[in-house]
């Protein structure tokens, strides 16, 4: 029998039954969203590309919110508070040998860009030095051993008259420390904790930048940055953090983010390559806080990090800036021939020389007059080592992840009001920077009953779907008992991700007939559910995009307690939420959001959302972005106050605070503490 015929079918069959009549039956209804995550992740994707800048239709506009934007991107970067106005701490620079070499010299040395943490690199000096030269930032890529592997480059520009100080990342320098949480370690918790490692290379830049800037050698108004891969990226990030960079060229190291998630490129890429991106933004955005200085977009066309095709969306989007400007000179694109490198041909090597030279020294050379670039490695590893002895003691490269973003403490709350002023502060926070792609007009429910049975007892089954938002229509089931003239309490249990068949019945066994049991499958559980093998790649372009997957359950289950209070016979005010293990972090932020939770049941709740998951990334997805900047799961339970809160099971010791802040404001009582979810009503 086809599909066709099985919906007639069910058709005949369910006219046959009586339903409410504020909703309407009907059985396609449940096909009409895909409930697919990639094709969802894929248009949001594209709506963030094709939404870029698209309200800036003049100068006066960009200018109206660019600080604005520039400040979000530094936030973005985890490099709020960081002390970019006003006095900064001593660049210790510690020189550890020289190197003469024909035309210039090499200064090994390395720099503290903030206490305990230290940069190696290499300075590259030409002789004769009668006035200040234009001076360029080298940004390493991905390459191992960083200074030995770019040493080319460095020497081409000294060469050239320019001074150059090429820097080492934490990853791959000389002490190696983490890039890649997300990638390899499944360290996820870092999305929470707003973290990324590319805050900690963008803020080593501006520090050489500084080094630069205060040597006697350097024209410090005309300082230049460029790299390759990682070091491309960085060419983005730092032109758009620092004005001091007069001109910029990035080689590979971005494209749109639709290309990015559509073709799956991400899953390819460092932890770096993508800020925090707490508020939906895509390179453009950031090439356009570049403007109108002169930028190169430099890309080879066969590279297997990023489509051609998807690099010159970002120029073409960015383009309009530079021409609000008067300067869409200013923006270049360069194509190469060839994989992720500088082109089959080094071709873009003289493109990248012959653009400093114009923009830095005011010489216009074309890039076919100035032959042919060596490329040789002439120096061992070992001769442009930094660390000639040793590396510092405090030295805090391969632990930096822990320190680098301020993270919040438990607070000591003695009354209620100051819980109201940190729960208002936290929903606030959590609204803004971890809940932001909410969407900002909701999608109609367009709720409809599916299915309805009663039993010989005469209990009854309910079976709803509704739109949680757009491409998504979620699986609502309530056990109602025997009808009834009375309004009846609610409570809602979420299902897990991956539960076995009757998990959830067995969770909520021993309430039958004393409250409406509802069953909900957020997106990705259930009915909705994808690969297991998916879930990695899931996670990080979830994120990419400005959610996670806890983030969009939270969204769900939000939008199911609006489902659930436009059904008849439920007590709207009375209306509770059962979860366990990974949903229990979703029920805390729901319930927290919402306000009008009657009774938050958790059974064994994860201790923080500061911890790794499995590096196949199949471990609990609770990770939120910048939820850890200003409140934990303890907290955000603790926050139910002063409605019931009831821990079932393993009570991790983490939610001693939580008991405490009950005990604190008079209501010991509404603090729970059981083994089995059918005591909660005993009392």
């Known amino acids: 029998?086809?599909?066709?015929?099985?919906?007639?079918?069910?058709?005949?069959?369910?006219?046959?039954?009586?339903?409410?009549?504020?909703?309407?039956?009907?059985?396609?209804?449940?096909?009409?969203?895909?409930?697919?995550?990639?094709?969802?992740?894929?248009?949001?994707?594209?709506?963030?590309?094709?939404?870029?800048?698209?309200?800036?239709?003049?100068?006066?506009?960009?200018?109206?919110?660019?600080?604005?934007?520039?400040?979000?991107?530094?936030?973005?970067?985890?490099?709020?508070?960081?002390?970019?106005?006003?006095?900064?701490?001593?660049?210790?620079?510690?020189?550890?040998?020289?190197?003469?070499?024909?035309?210039?010299?090499?200064?090994?040395?390395?720099?503290?860009?903030?206490?305990?943490?230290?940069?190696?690199?290499n300075l590259y000096i030409p002789n004769g030095i009668k006035k200040p030269l234009p001076a360029i930032l080298y940004v390493s890529g991905h390459a191992h051993s960083q200074k030995y592997n770019y040493q080319a480059h460095a020497k081409n520009f000294a060469e050239n008259g320019f001074v150059c100080l090429i820097i080492e990342t934490i990853q791959r320098g000389e002490v190696e420390g983490e890039h890649l949480g997300q990638e390899s370690n499944g360290w996820f918790h870092w999305y929470s904790r707003g973290y990324n490692p590319a805050g900690v290379e963008v803020w080593n830049g501006i520090r050489g930048l500084d080094l630069l800037s205060e040597m006697p050698e350097v024209d410090k108004n005309n300082l230049g940055v460029t790299g390759i891969s990682g070091g491309g990226s960085q060419s983005w990030y730092l032109p758009a953090a620092d004005s001091r960079i007069k001109a910029a060229a990035a080689v590979a190291g971005a494209s749109s983010l639709e290309g990015q998630i559509a073709q799956k490129t991400i899953d390819d890429h460092c932890d770096c390559m993508m800020p925090i991106n707490t508020y939906g933004i895509d390179f453009s955005d950031i090439g356009a806080l570049?403007?109108?200085?002169?930028?190169?977009?430099?890309?080879?066309?066969?590279d297997l990090y990023y489509s051609i095709v998807a690099v010159h969306t970002l120029f073409d989007k960015t383009k309009p800036i530079y021409s609000y400007y008067g300067k869409p000179e200013n923006l270049i694109m360069k194509d190469a021939s060839g994989g992720h490198s500088y082109g089959s041909k080094e071709e873009l090597r003289p493109e990248i020389l012959a653009f400093f030279l114009k923009e830095l020294k005011s010489k216009n050379i074309s890039p076919d007059k100035l032959g042919e670039i060596d490329t040789s490695l002439e120096l061992s590893e070992e001769a442009l080592k930094a660390y000639v002895n040793g590396v510092p003691k405090d030295d805090r490269t391969k632990t930096i992840q822990d320190s680098f973003v301020e993270l919040a403490s438990p607070l000591e709350i003695n009354t209620v009001e100051q819980l109201d002023s940190y729960k208002n502060e936290v929903k606030a926070f959590l609204r803004e920077k971890t809940f932001g792609a909410f969407p900002e007009k909701p999608a109609s429910l367009d709720m409809r009953l599916d299915f309805i049975s009663s039993s010989t007892s005469g209990n009854e089954r309910k079976d709803y779907n509704f739109v949680s938002e757009e491409g998504w229509r979620l699986k609502l089931s309530l056990q109602t008992g025997q009808p009834t003239d009375n309004n009846q309490p609610l409570l809602l249990v979420l299902k897990n991700p991956n539960e076995e068949r009757y998990e959830s019945a067995a969770l909520a066994s021993g309430l039958k007939g004393k409250v409406i049991v509802a069953y909900f499958e957020a997106r990705g559980i259930?009915?909705?559910?994808?690969?297991?093998?998916?879930?990695?790649?899931?996670?990080?372009?979830?994120?990419?995009?400005?959610?996670?997957?806890?983030?969009?359950?939270?969204?769900?289950?939000?939008?199911?307690?609006?489902?659930?209070?436009?059904?008849?016979?439920?007590?709207?005010?009375?209306?509770?939420?059962?979860?366990?293990?990974?949903?229990?972090?979703?029920?805390?932020?729901?319930?927290?959001?919402?306000?009008?939770?009657?009774?938050?049941?958790?059974?064994?709740?994860?201790?923080?959302?500061?911890?790794?998951?499995?590096?196949?990334?199949?471990?609990?997805?609770?990770?939120?972005?910048?939820?850890?900047?200003?409140?934990?799961?303890?907290?955000?339970?603790?926050?139910?106050?002063?409605?019931?809160?009831?821990?079932?099971?393993?009570?991790?010791?983490?939610?001693?605070?939580?008991?405490?802040?009950?005990?604190?404001?008079?209501?010991?009582g509404a603090y729970k503490s059981i083994q089995k979810v059918s005591q909660w009503l005993d009392d």
């Open 526 to 668: 259930g009915d909705t559910g994808w690969s297991p093998s998916e879930q990695w790649h899931i996670r990080r372009a979830s994120a990419w995009t400005g959610r996670t997957i806890a983030s969009m359950r939270v969204y769900d289950v939000l939008r199911c307690l609006q489902a659930l209070r436009s059904i008849p016979g439920v007590d709207t005010d009375n209306i509770s939420i059962l979860a366990q293990g990974e949903m229990a972090a979703i029920a805390s932020y729901t319930a927290l959001l919402d306000g009008n939770v009657k009774s938050l049941l958790i059974k064994d709740p994860p201790a923080t959302q500061n911890v790794p998951s499995d590096p196949t990334g199949k471990g609990e997805a609770i990770e939120m972005l910048n939820c850890l900047r200003v409140t934990d799961l303890p907290q955000v339970a603790g926050l139910q106050f002063p409605n019931e809160l009831v821990v079932i099971g393993n009570q991790p010791t983490t939610y001693d605070w939580t008991k405490e802040l009950y005990n604190n404001l008079d209501r010991p």
């Open 1 to 121: 029998m086809n599909r066709q015929s099985i919906l007639i079918l069910l058709s005949v069959f369910c006219s046959m039954l009586t339903f409410p009549q504020s909703f309407e039956h009907k059985v396609e209804a449940e096909f009409d969203q895909p409930n697919n995550i990639r094709q969802y992740l894929c248009k949001v994707a594209s709506d963030i590309t094709h939404n870029s800048l698209n309200d800036i239709k003049n100068l006066e506009d960009w200018e109206a919110v660019r600080e604005e934007r520039h400040q979000q991107f530094l936030e973005m970067l985890g490099l709020q508070g960081k002390p970019f106005e006003g006095k900064r701490p001593p660049l210790n620079v510690t020189k550890t040998g020289s190197i003469q070499k024909k035309g210039y010299r090499i200064e090994k040395l390395y720099y503290e860009s903030l206490p305990g943490l230290y940069v190696p690199a």
């Open 290 to 302: 570049i403007a109108p200085r002169p930028f190169m977009i430099a890309q080879p066309n066969r």
